[in-house]
């Protein structure tokens, strides 16, 4: 049984890839400039882990510009309010069977963690809005990825979010979306299940990880524990 379950927060717990990118492409023509990211680009784009880092990897490499050239940081901050906006008016929902894992998981006691690139801020306006709660409220920790110095495929937000619950990484389950956090879980010495979301079901993903179609098939903690039995005892 495990002890704890540490989600990732853009397709895991919701499909919000979309209204990121909406967002990036509003805060873009709200600054005058003529970026446009259609679904093309931002699925290549998201290659690059991190919303700034996003933005300065499309200048230098798509733009062949400096990205010195730009107030990233400005620019990032009006795409993180705008998004916070599209998700308050609704525009959002959490992907199957996340709900019920999270309401199952507390109630056996398990503890709660987010281990994710995006920002504290994207991170509260998303549990506000489908929730209807505050995000420490429901979680025992949490790590954005505007705390550490790498960020997904690298360990260090699992990292942190393991040292804020207190535990190793044999007690706790990652769930993740992309290759990317699969590789940053099973760095930090997690177990992960992996559902792919719109952006990552062109991925790969390797055969010795439970890899299911939607959430909704290990909405509670008994369907979790079997899906990592079932899969242990599957792989040679």
Not at 217 to 228: G, H, K, N, Y
Request: hydrophobic letters at 45%; glycine letters at 6%; charged letters at 25%.
């Amino acid at each position: 049984m495990p002890e704890a379950l540490i989600f990732d927060v853009d397709g895991t717990l919701a499909e919000t890839e979309e209204l990121h990118r909406r967002a990036f492409n509003h805060s873009f023509a709200a600054a005058g400039l003529d970026w446009h990211w259609d679904r093309g680009i931002y699925r290549r784009l998201l290659a690059v882990t991190g919303g700034k880092e996003r933005i300065a990897h499309f200048i230098a490499h798509d733009l062949r510009r400096s990205p010195r050239d730009h107030d990233i940081a400005a620019l990032h901050r009006d795409k993180t309010d705008r998004y916070a906006a599209l998700m308050e008016a609704g525009e959002i929902a959490l992907r199957d069977g996340i709900g019920a894992l999270i309401e199952d998981a507390r109630s056996h006691g398990l503890r709660l963690g987010i281990a994710t690139t995006t920002s504290r801020p994207n991170i509260d306006a998303l549990i506000r809005a489908t929730l209807r709660a505050a995000s420490e409220d429901l979680f025992d920790a949490i790590a954005a990825g505007d705390e550490v110095q790498a960020k997904k495929p690298a360990p260090d937000v699992y990292l942190l979010a393991l040292h804020r619950l207190g535990m190793a990484a044999p007690g706790a389950v990652a769930l993740e979306d992309s290759l990317n956090g699969l590789r940053a879980a099973r760095a930090a010495g997690l177990r992960c299940i992996v559902s792919p979301a719109t952006y990552t079901t062109h991925e790969v993903f390797p055969g010795d990880v439970p890899c299911i179609e939607s959430f909704s098939m290990i909405a509670s903690v008994a369907d979790l524990r079997a899906r990592l039995k079932n899969h242990a005892e599957a792989v040679p």
